[in-house]
């Protein structure tokens, strides 16, 4: 008598810890304690760190004193060993945390104290992991923007490459995905959190490794989709495979916590630093 109910609400507790997990990554939305809010109206886009330190355990330090200035619609590609401090800069570029010390300002306001709401219109995150709501397809898109038509939510598809698969699932749209639903591939809910990115349409962009579980082709071919959407906006890279970073205006080289070399693929090339060594090793493997 008891099976059924009981498996129902393990089923609820399991979809509630999911949905909390899937918000707080949701376009950089993160549960974080407490904090000072300093509101602000930004002024401007451009995005601008200041001797920025930042650690998670008191006297531990994993960003060292960076300082940088992105000028609007600028590409920047941030590259580094594993540990080096590469996604705690993306999280603190999104708002998610305020550095320990130091300055870091869109709109020379900074983001990291701005109410979560506001911050979310000027700079959003997605990042290599990716949930999905029990709902519809269109439910899952729009989390990013409500009020979207089908005509936005298709465009948003479209730019992500999601187009043909959606429109072959059994009810398009308003096909039922998650939980007791149509079981979508990683690379597909890969797609839709990009997909709430084109959507939620703010000026700054900040892709922490966004496309790490595709392929190397539909990666780039991906990116390539991606790139004629943001054309304008600042887009801060968190790069996983160096063909990526080829491709930015910027690339800024994080090791152990400092931002090292920053310039584009044929200045750090001409450098014959870090980068180049970097560069060298990847195109030896391939």
């Excluded at 708002?95 to 010390?101: D, E, K, L, R, T």
């Excluded at 080289?253 to 090292?260: A, L, N, P, Q």
């Amino acid at each position: 008598m008891m099976i059924d109910p009981l498996e129902g609400l393990l089923w609820w507790i399991d979809e509630l810890q999911g949905g909390k997990a899937s918000l707080s990554r949701l376009l950089g939305i993160h549960e974080v304690d407490e904090r000072e809010i300093k509101d602000s109206d930004p002024v401007g886009f451009e995005v601008k760190g200041e001797d920025i330190h930042y650690g998670y355990k008191s006297g531990r330090d994993v960003l060292k004193g960076i300082s940088f200035l992105v000028e609007p619609g600028t590409r920047v590609a941030i590259v580094g060993p594993s540990g080096a401090g590469k996604s705690t800069l993306g999280k603190l570029l999104a708002g998610i945390q305020a550095p320990g010390s130091g300055t870091l300002t869109v709109g020379q306001s900074e983001i990291g104290y701005l109410p979560v709401e506001k911050a979310r219109r000027h700079v959003a995150l997605v990042t290599q992991e990716h949930h999905i709501f029990v709902g519809t397809l269109a439910e899952n898109v729009t989390l990013a923007r409500p009020s979207a038509t089908a005509e936005e939510i298709w465009g948003a598809l479209i730019a992500v490459d999601a187009e043909v698969w959606a429109k072959e699932l059994p009810e398009g749209l308003d096909t039922l995905v998650g939980t007791g639903g149509t079981k979508l591939l990683a690379t597909q809910s890969q797609q839709i959190a990009l997909a709430r990115l084109v959507l939620a349409d703010p000026h700054t962009l900040i892709l922490d490794e966004a496309t790490s579980l595709l392929d190397q082709r539909a990666a780039r071919h991906l990116e390539s989709s991606l790139s004629k959407v943001l054309e304008g906006r600042t887009v801060i890279a968190i790069a996983h495979r160096l063909q990526t970073a080829h491709d930015a205006d910027i690339i800024a080289v994080i090791e152990d916590g400092r931002i090292t070399e920053w310039g584009s693929h044929q200045e750090l090339m001409s450098a014959d630093g870090a980068y180049a060594q970097l560069w060298k090793s990847w195109r030896d493997e391939t």
